[in-house]
């Protein structure tokens, strides 16, 4: 295997030795530097369409990603898009032999991160090609690889195709030549199977065919399920990921219980016993998430809290699992009132949250949901969160609320609650900002008791709009006792007298909020220090080193005894021997 | 058969609502058993719909028996029993009797508002607002009263709580059944939070504060929370004043312990 490795590497760098020319006028660079994808070296060079007859149903790469690397792009002649797309989904079969022979995750770790990267570029007819090349009509895999040429629409391929004509110009001979020889040998593992399977379903997704996406997803995971490997871990989760994705975007969608998701249940409940079972973890994670996305697409939020006490959601699992995990959490407990736990969830779901672009929209809905857990504790929000700039005009619905529960304003509330009641209604946040009110209404209350030391009743009941100078005094009195401010009521006389206000500093609150932030800090240290990652064995290579050396001294002190080497030869320490 | 001794049964539960308890869950049993032998205990999407309906009917029946008989853990089982009635109706196009799944939901709502389960009230307001618009569901006759009474206990305003209670607001007779639960409910809220607002207070005004009916009422209730009576007064024991001595000795050591923790607890704990 790590033979291969050298002649690997043209293929990776996305094939841009290829062969054929392409007129300079569709080169076009586009001065921009390679955008490195995620932690691959490789750059990945996306050539505009050339003339190929195939690119009539390809979708245009768009400019902003029609990087081309500039130091390549000038003299060499470039692949067409086709052959290479075609190029960079085969180096990841090669990821996953790798995957499976070395048994490294890493390696399906990659191929899965190159499919971002081969979506732009992805068409029925590159699949259907990639697929009749991998399998034969004889193997193994042939009933699923129709299965596959059925769902994109390519029922009448055939199988067993030789890598065709355009391949054997564009490529250079020789892998070529390679990726032939390698299929007549070899049958495709199921992790090719299943990789296959999950370029079908984004291609599905992408085209909007979620019925036949759902139908097909239905297919690949039964497949998946009737395998038990390792090495198909992280790939299933994938899977799982777009099964999940298709239910929820078929109609009849979520909230309707009739929808598909309601009906996926058992499924992803069976595939998370087994993934339990199996120790595997990716899947593990991934389908928690899944399951409590699920639940709480059709508001069942009883059952999110039940999945949740029930099951352990896997410590090492990947990032973005634990952030969307964290999430969902998050907003379960918000429901049902746990303000502080769904702050601490929230918190850490917005801070593990990717910073990179794509991730935009977690980050926004996360901290959306946040923002109003931390005015339902009777926190005022940072006013830098409303600043950031990719944050700045999604937030502005909740920006306004903040400076009206600050005010303590009952009638700008009221007023903003219906203005923005649909961006609320989509954001799933507008039944947790009804409960806002009382909010609103005590900080009108803390700010009338700082600014008076004495005010009549009548007129907190007209600032506040409240109904009568009884529901006034009610709410008062509630207020008082929850220590929102520090007064006193007459009753005969129909007042509110605060109290001198005390020194915050001669309370433990300093002191907790620097313990809260020390912890934060040694807690994250303790998850770096365990994210680090060390390569295997290396041990065993210090205890081989050890071992030799202790040879040669051993060697040495019999030269020794035998009087060949002078005691001066050596250094003084050797006495000890 | 089988289900024409149940259309009867029905009927019989329908038409007599003053039936004692006891006689209710009997003839209940009995509907029961019947179902079971229909296979309608359970729904299914296969069963048929004209069973179904009645099923749900027999439930609900048993649901507003044991609300009438003040059986909270009965009314909560029927509830549970009754939810995937419910589900299964409600999306079938061809059924446009939707039972009284309003009413027996907002009893439910307001049985999780008198036990004080308002995770549990709000999750299921979740999930109601998540199948309509929340201001359709605050509109209705039977849901939107619980959800009323919630804002108003939160906020505070309970001379409006008390007023929905009283003045014919309650939707049916069923809903009253809550409300002695409720009155108690709120005058223990009045109380405690009259205990640290005011100084003292006067005992006529103490009685309309408290919703009673006459002073002695007051001093009955003065005398249970262990406030202090004189001159028709009302005076509220100083809580913060009787055991400072202790406590400021406990918060002292308390405190130190606490510092000591967090100086240490990163380190060795």
């Known amino acids: 295997m790590p033979g291969k490795t050298p002649d690997k590497e043209p293929v990776e760098n996305g094939g841009y030795r290829g062969g054929k020319d392409i007129a300079d006028k569709d080169l076009k660079p586009k001065g921009k530097k390679a955008s490195k994808k995620d932690d ?79 979506r732009k570029r992805l068409t029925p007819d590159i699949l259907a090609q990639v697929i009749a090349e991998t399998y034969t009509p004889s193997s193994a895999g042939a009933p699923f690889a129709k299965q596959m040429l059925q769902a994109i629409g390519r029922p009448d391929v055939s199988l067993g195709r030789q890598p065709g004509q355009e391949m054997e110009i564009d490529s250079e001979p020789k892998a070529a030549g390679k990726n032939g020889a390698k299929k007549e040998t070899k049958e495709a593992i199921p992790e090719v199977d299943v990789f296959l399977g999950i370029l079908t379903q984004v291609l599905l997704h992408d085209a909007k065919q979620v019925r036949r996406g759902f139908e097909f997803s239905q297919v690949l995971v039964e497949r998946i399920r009737s395998l038990n490997r390792r090495t198909l871990d992280s790939l299933a989760a994938k899977v799982y990921f777009y099964y999940s994705l298709f239910a929820e975007q078929t109609t009849p969608v ?57 099951t352990q959601f896997p410590e090492n699992a990947a990032n973005n699992q634990v952030a969307r995990f964290l999430y969902y959490l998050g907003r379960t407990r918000a429901i049902q009132l746990r303000y502080t736990e769904a702050h601490e969830h929230l918190t850490a779901a917005t801070r593990k949250a990717p910073s990179s672009a794509c991730a935009l929209g977690f980050s926004q809905t996360a901290t959306k949901l946040l923002l109003v857990v931390e ?54 946040t507008y039944t947790l900002i009804l409960r806002l009110r009382q909010n609103v209404i005590k900080t009108g209350i803390r700010m009338m008791s700082l600014s008076y030391s004495r005010i009549s009743l009548r007129d907190i009941c007209i600032r506040l709009h409240l109904g009568s100078e009884e529901t006034a005094e009610y709410i008062v009195a509630k207020a008082i006792r929850d220590g929102v401010i520090e007064a006193t009521l007459d009753r005969e006389k129909g007042f509110m007298k605060s109290k001198e206000v005390g020194d915050v500093y001669a309370t433990r609150e300093p002191g907790e909020a620097f313990h809260d932030r020390i912890r934060a800090c040694l807690a994250l240290h303790d998850e770096s220090v365990k994210a680090m990652r060390f390569p295997m064995n290396q041990h065993r290579l210090e205890l081989k080193n050890a071992q030799e050396a202790r040879e040669r001294e051993r060697e040495m002190a019999k030269e020794i005894q035998e009087g060949e080497l002078d005691e001066d030869d050596l250094g003084g320490d050797f006495d000890a021997m | ?136 569901v605050e509109g209705d006759r039977y849901l939107g009263y619980p959800i009323r009474l919630e804002r108003w206990l939160m906020e505070g305003s309970y001379d409006r709580v008390w007023k929905a209670m009283k003045r014919g607001e ?33 005992l006529a005004s103490t009685k309309s504060l408290l919703f009673l009916d006459s002073e002695g009422a007051v001093v009955e209730f003065a005398r249970a929370r262990g406030w202090t009576v004189r001159d028709g007064t009302i005076y509220f024991p100083d809580t913060s004043g009787t055991s400072a001595a202790g406590e400021t000795a406990e918060k002292e050591k308390e405190l130190s312990l606490m510092v000591i923790e967090n100086t240490l607890g990163p380190y060795y704990f």
Request: proline residues 7%; negative net charge.
């Open chain 1, 254 to 310: 979520p909230p309707s219980p009739q929808s598909p998701v309601v009906s996926i249940r058992p499924t992803l409940l069976a595939a998370l016993r087994t993934a339990v079972l199996r120790k595997d973890i990716d899947t593990q994670a991934a389908v928690i998430v899944l399951l409590l996305r699920n639940y709480l697409s059709t508001s069942h939020i009883s059952q999110a809290d039940l999945l949740v006490s029930h």
């Open chain 2, 170 to 202: 309650v939707p049916c007779e069923e809903f009253g059944v809550f409300s002695e639960i409720l009155t108690s409910q709120i005058r223990s809220e009045i109380a405690s939070s009259s205990e640290r607002a005011y100084p003292s207070l006067p």
């Open chain 2, 1 to 136: 058969m089988a289900d024409r001794e149940l259309t009867t049964l029905l009927t019989r539960l329908k038409s007599t609502p003053t039936l004692p308890y006891a006689e209710t869950t009997s003839l209940l049993s009995r509907a029961k058993l019947l179902l079971l032998k229909l296979n309608a205990l359970t729904p299914s999407p296969t069963t048929p719909p004209n069973l179904l309906t009645l099923a749900r009917d027999i439930y609900e029946q048993g649901a507003l028996g044991s609300i009438r008989a003040r059986d909270a853990a009965a009314f909560t089982r029927y509830v549970a029993q009754l939810r995937p009635f419910y589900e299964l109706q409600r999306y079938s196009p061809n059924n446009k009797d939707g039972g009284e799944r309003n009413k027996i939901t907002g009893l439910y709502l307001l049985l999780l508002l008198t036990q004080g389960l308002y995770a549990e009230f709000h999750s299921e307001l979740e999930a109601l607002s998540g199948e309509g618009g929340l201001d359709e």
């Open chain 1, 375 to 428: 005015l339902l504790m009777g926190d005022i929000p940072d006013r830098a969160t409303f600043r950031q700039p990719t944050m700045e005009t999604a937030l502005h619905p909740y920006f306004l609320l903040v400076q009206a529960v600050r005010v303590g304003n009952l009638e700008d509330f009221e007023t903003i609650i219906a203005d923005h009641a649909d961006t609320f209604r989509r954001d799933g």
């Open chain 1, 40 to 118: 691959d070296d490789e750059m990945t060079v996306v050539v505009p369409p050339s003339k190929t007859q195939k690119q009539s149903s390809a979708p245009l790469p768009n400019d902003a990603e029609g990087d081309v690397t500039m130091d390549d792009a000038e003299g060499e002649p470039k692949a067409d898009p086709v052959a290479q797309t075609i190029n960079d989904i085969k180096s990841d079969f090669a990821h996953l032999d790798r995957a499976v022979a070395l048994f490294d995750a890493r390696f399906t770790l990659r191929a899965l991160r190159s499919i971002s990267s081969i």
